[in-house]
């Protein structure tokens, strides 16, 4: 069964930030955190208590993989940002760590909100690490928006707390609005200096910026590398956020997600796109201009992935703003397994696939094996495996005979229903060649990986989150295993 470390068990004591002062949280209070929320899931990561979002900072130091995230460690909603921390050894088993980074100025207090927002970890050539993140400030007319600046933080040596914090960017381009935010910063062989994207818009239109530097610390813009089509500002968009820039196999990959936007046909927010293509002369060239949906099921937001022993690994929170936890939750937020990312054959997608230790890493106890059929289910995370054509494959889990989740195949489309869906949005995603199919479950989490990862879908349930039963009608061969942690 799942055995969730806490700090305590390495001396470290949980902080919290309240209009108390700071409080001190000790063994059988975070315990009970850990294990009294029945929608704690086992195989993905979540806050010990209050509220996460974006996974940030994602490196691996000394075989030590270190996981940071926006965090506000006086409530479970959103407030006050800070970095939360944890590390890992495995990718898979986390340990609880302090908090790493405070937000500038004692913004509760102000009764303003923002803070110590997202951003990437940046190894420099001599092998020194930084964190170059947003800061987000009221403005300097307090009525007037937010300002967002960029910073960088140094760890310590023990990597438990940031420090040296200077500010590198303050000044915006003409005609790029207040959203100015989420560095990710590389050393450019090519420029042989530094770059730095950031999400933003530019005179309306949701854009990333590419800025350069020749010491790292003193930043130009340079140009956008990307500008998206009006279709997305008439749709809704006011911005980029979190966008990710790396190179992959021979290809740059652009992952990017708009805020605001609403996809019309389907009424889905909260999506995330891809554009894979060249990088010329400090300018983006995609191989199509058709953006690439990354994950169908809206609940899988501000990715980021960061190069590590050779692959490139990929962390999304698990969340979409309609759908909230329910009121009195110990905590708020998830972070979606672990993916590798690579590009399909003909090196025109984005591909996504659990990495290889969530297999390595968590028991597998057939359930069910090579068949279609009614079967009952264990109380623990599943993972279905369907092999062969997947067309007119159904899935249905139930909970006390309602409704858990339902996966359909039909005419080379794949959608998913959760228990508390109305119908007013739609979980589809259209299907290559449709020949395989993995679906894993853990507490209401869903995350759906067919066509070898170029169709992925991730959904977050709160009804019927342990469901009993489970009826699969494939011509595929079917596999039911469950997956506990070894
Ligand atoms: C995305 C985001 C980022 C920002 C952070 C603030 O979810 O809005 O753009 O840096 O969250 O918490």
């Known amino acids: 069964?799942?055995?969730?470390?806490?700090?305590?068990?390495?001396?470290?004591?949980?902080?919290?930030?309240?209009?108390?002062?700071?409080?001190?949280?000790?063994?059988?209070?975070?315990?009970?955190?850990?294990?009294?929320?029945?929608?704690?899931?086992?195989?993905?990561?979540?806050?010990?208590?209050?509220?996460?979002?974006?996974?940030?900072?994602?490196?691996?130091?000394?075989?030590?993989?270190?996981?940071?995230?926006?965090?506000?460690?006086?409530?479970?909603?959103?407030?006050?940002?800070?970095?939360?921390?944890?590390?890992?050894?495995?990718?898979v088993n986390w340990l609880h760590m302090p908090v790493f980074l405070h937000p500038e100025q004692n913004l509760w207090r102000l009764g303003a909100t923002g803070g110590a927002f997202s951003g990437n970890a940046f190894r420099d050539r001599d092998g020194s690490l930084m964190f170059f993140y947003t800061e987000r400030l009221p403005a300097y007319d307090l009525f007037k928006g937010y300002r967002e600046i960029q910073k960088i933080a140094r760890p310590d040596r023990r990597m438990i707390k940031a420090e040296g914090i200077?500010?590198?960017?303050?000044?915006?381009?003409?005609?790029?609005?207040?959203?100015?935010?989420?560095?990710?910063?590389?050393?450019?062989?090519?420029?042989?200096?530094?770059?730095?994207?950031?999400?933003?818009?530019?005179?309306?239109?949701?854009?990333?910026?590419?800025?350069?530097?020749?010491?790292?610390?003193?930043?130009?813009?340079?140009?956008?590398?990307?500008?998206?089509?009006?279709?997305?500002?008439?749709?809704?968009?006011?911005?980029?956020?979190?966008?990710?820039?790396?190179?992959?196999?021979?290809?740059?990959?652009?992952?990017?997600?708009?805020?605001?936007?609403?996809?019309?046909?389907?009424?889905?927010?909260?999506?995330?796109y891809a554009l894979v293509g060249e990088l010329i002369n400090d300018a983006f060239v995609p191989d199509t201009s058709e953006l690439q949906l990354l994950d169908f099921g809206t609940d899988y937001y501000a990715m980021q992935s960061f190069e590590a022993d050779g692959r490139q690994i990929a962390f999304a929170w698990l969340f979409n703003w309609e759908y909230r936890k329910p009121e009195g939750s110990s905590y708020s937020g998830e972070l979606s397994l672990p993916r590798a990312l690579s590009l399909s054959e003909d090196k025109k997608k984005l591909l996504m696939l659990p990495v290889i230790e969530v297999a390595e890493r968590y028991a597998a106890d057939p359930v069910v094996e090579d068949k279609s059929g009614k079967f009952s289910l264990p109380k623990a995370p599943i993972e279905i495996r369907l092999s062969g054509p997947l067309e007119g494959s159904k899935l249905v889990a139930t909970q006390g005979g309602e409704l858990a989740f339902e996966v359909n195949v039909a005419e080379g489309v794949l959608s998913i229903r959760l228990a508390q869906d109305d119908g007013s949005i739609q979980y589809v995603a259209e299907l290559g060649g449709g020949k395989d199919l993995r679906l894993f479950h853990d507490h209401g989490i869903v995350e759906i990986f067919a066509d070898g990862g170029t169709v992925c879908g991730t959904?977050?349930?709160?009804?019927?989150?342990?469901?009993?039963?489970?009826?699969?009608?494939?011509?595929?061969?079917?596999?039911?295993?469950?997956r506990n942690l070894r």
Not at 11 to 39: N, Y
Not at 461 to 481: C, F, K, M, T, W
Request: hydrophobic share 35%; charged share 25%; proline share 7%.
């Open 166 to 272: 200077v500010t590198v960017l303050e000044q915006r381009p003409d005609g790029v609005e207040h959203d100015f935010r989420d560095p990710k910063v590389w050393w450019d062989d090519a420029a042989n200096a530094y770059r730095m994207i950031l999400g933003a818009s530019i005179e309306g239109d949701p854009a990333v910026l590419l800025f350069g530097s020749g010491d790292g610390l003193d930043w130009q813009y340079l140009r956008p590398l990307y500008r998206a089509p009006v279709t997305f500002r008439q749709e809704g968009a006011r911005a980029v956020e979190c966008p990710d820039f790396f190179p992959l196999e021979d290809k740059w990959v652009l992952v990017m997600g708009f805020v605001g936007h609403v996809e019309p046909r389907t009424r889905r927010r909260n999506l995330l």
């Open 1 to 91: 069964g799942y055995q969730p470390q806490t700090v305590n068990e390495t001396g470290i004591t949980v902080f919290e930030f309240s209009d108390k002062g700071i409080l001190q949280r000790t063994g059988a209070e975070i315990e009970d955190w850990l294990r009294s929320d029945p929608d704690r899931p086992t195989l993905h990561f979540s806050p010990i208590r209050h509220w996460m979002n974006d996974p940030v900072g994602l490196c691996k130091i000394d075989e030590i993989w270190h996981l940071f995230y926006q965090f506000h460690p006086s409530g479970s909603d959103w407030g006050p940002m800070h970095w939360g921390h944890a590390t890992s050894r495995d990718l």
């Open 459 to 482: 959904r977050r349930g709160y009804a019927n989150i342990e469901p009993d039963h489970l009826e699969i009608s494939s011509s595929a061969s079917a596999q039911v295993i469950e």
